[in-house]
């Protein structure tokens, strides 16, 4: 048997197993399994890797995309860079770290821009997935703000609204879970009165398919996506790296 899987916390709305699940019928690999591993504390991972001597891969989701880093024997330059782990391929108990969501992320944005040129983005967060989001932003030669609520980022919420950030920002990127399901009413705290037909918002959330982020934007014309597509990109990517 050969055992893949994810850790994180509260893992019941986690794409992930049913993705790999379903991926190994169609390959017809009925001795390959994904599993869910809640960890509650990151600490808890070398026990796992040794009573698992079938594991191969995991995936890493909140909160440990950073947490993990430490306990690795490898980082590839872009998990170095972007200072976050997602995909970690373990072989004989070496643990190699990797990032994925960059690879998921500039795929999916590629698509949704075509051949739109952006200058100024605008990252609602400030955790794992935001660190992805600037370091793919930052390759593409895009100016970033970030804007946390625990101060953490270039600014905060309360700043924000004195600036012309929203108007001037052509993409903006939410990376908090802000919306995600069950508190599928919750949406990042900006003036949706400021978002136009010009602008492109992406949600890195993907359950609700459309957050309430998404819906305000697109009441006043601005072109949208969820994180569903980037979601694929990056779990094929994983994939590929552990079979290699």
């Known amino acids: 048997m050969k055992i893949y899987g994810l850790i994180g916390q509260s893992l019941g709305h986690s794409f992930s197993r049913e993705y790999f699940t379903n991926k190994f019928k169609e390959l017809g690999l009925p001795d390959h399994?994904?599993?869910?591993?809640?960890?509650?504390?990151?600490?808890?991972?070398?026990?796992?890797?040794?009573?698992?001597?079938?594991?191969?891969?995991l995936n890493v989701t909140i909160p440990y995309k950073r947490d993990v880093m430490p306990l690795l024997d490898n980082l590839s330059p872009q998990a170095k860079a972007i200072g976050a782990v997602n995909t970690i391929k373990i072989d004989n108990e070496k643990l190699d770290g990797y990032n994925t969501d960059c690879f998921g992320f500039e795929a999916a944005l590629r698509e949704l821009l075509g051949s739109r040129k952006i200058t100024?983005?605008?990252?609602?967060?400030?955790?794992?997935?935001?660190?992805?989001?600037?370091?793919?932003?930052?390759s593409l030669s895009v100016e970033t703000n970030s804007v946390s609520s625990s101060g953490s980022g270039d600014l905060n919420y309360e700043e924000l609204r004195s600036t012309q950030l929203i108007r001037e920002s052509e993409l903006i990127v939410n990376t908090t879970p802000l919306g995600m399901y069950p508190k599928t009413s919750a949406a990042p705290d900006i003036?949706?009165?400021?978002?136009?037909?010009?602008h492109i918002l992406f949600d890195l959330i993907y359950n609700p398919g459309k957050t309430a982020f998404l819906a305000k934007a697109e009441e006043r014309g601005a072109r949208t996506s969820n994180g569903l597509k980037m979601l694929h990109l990056q779990a094929e990517k994983s994939w590929e790296i552990w079979n290699t």
Not at 34 to 48: D, K, R, T
């Open 120 to 138: 100024k983005a605008l990252i609602l967060g400030t955790g794992g997935s935001a660190q992805t989001v600037q370091y793919v932003l930052h």
């Open 191 to 198: 003036d949706f009165e400021q978002i136009s037909s010009d």
């Open 33 to 57: 399994r994904y599993e869910n591993f809640e960890l509650e504390n990151i600490a808890q991972l070398p026990n796992l890797i040794k009573s698992e001597p079938q594991l191969l891969g």
